[in-house]
């Protein structure tokens, strides 16, 4: 799941820091560039919040597994204890949630994966509305920003915001 908000932000850094044809546009306002950097800032911030909430998600899967072991060694339940283990080991090393409850058996390690794969999907989706709101919000700022110039006889600076909001609306899309 990290992967695909990594995937987001980044095409959504490329998209405005390189893709962009206005970033090395010469006319470039500062206001433009303060949007621009509180933009990128914004982004990566969302990447930054939801990696926290992933790792801190993995650390509470990784314990409740390791309880889970222990109470079903002293159960003596070996089915429960080599399913779990199983889990541990696919777990530690893909670090990402299986795309369905692999577990038939038992019941509490199924539990607890379609727990792990539900809050995941939750974050995952958080990162992306709030990635989303926070391009929207640029966009927004962007036609203000060209309409002023515009008003203001600045026409060489509104059409450097034209082509950042152009280059934008394709964040929006992706991200959504």
Do not use: W
């Not at 010469?26 to 926290?52: C, F, I």
């Amino acid at each position: 799941m990290k992967s695909f908000i990594t995937r987001c932000i980044v095409l959504a850094g490329v998209i405005s820091g390189v893709l962009c044809p206005c970033r090395q546009a010469p006319g470039q306002t500062n206001e433009l560039a303060e949007m621009r950097a509180s933009y990128r800032n914004g982004l990566a911030k969302v990447e930054d919040n939801h990696l926290v909430s992933l790792m801190n998600l993995q650390g509470d899967y990784t314990n409740r597994l390791n309880a889970m072991e222990t109470a079903m060694t002293a159960r003596g339940n070996l089915e429960g204890v080599l399913a779990v283990r199983a889990e541990k080991s696919r777990f530690a090393e893909s670090k990402t949630a299986p795309e369905r409850a692999v577990a038939r058996k038992p019941a509490e390690l199924k539990a607890l994966q379609e727990e792990y794969i539900a809050i995941t999907a939750r974050l995952a989706l958080a990162a992306k509305r709030e990635a989303a709101r926070i391009s929207q919000a640029y966009v927004a700022r962007l036609e203000e920003l060209q309409k002023n110039f515009t008003k203001s006889n600045r026409i060489e600076d509104a059409l450097v915001s034209a082509n950042s909001f152009h280059g934008h609306v394709c964040v929006v899309v992706v991200v959504v």
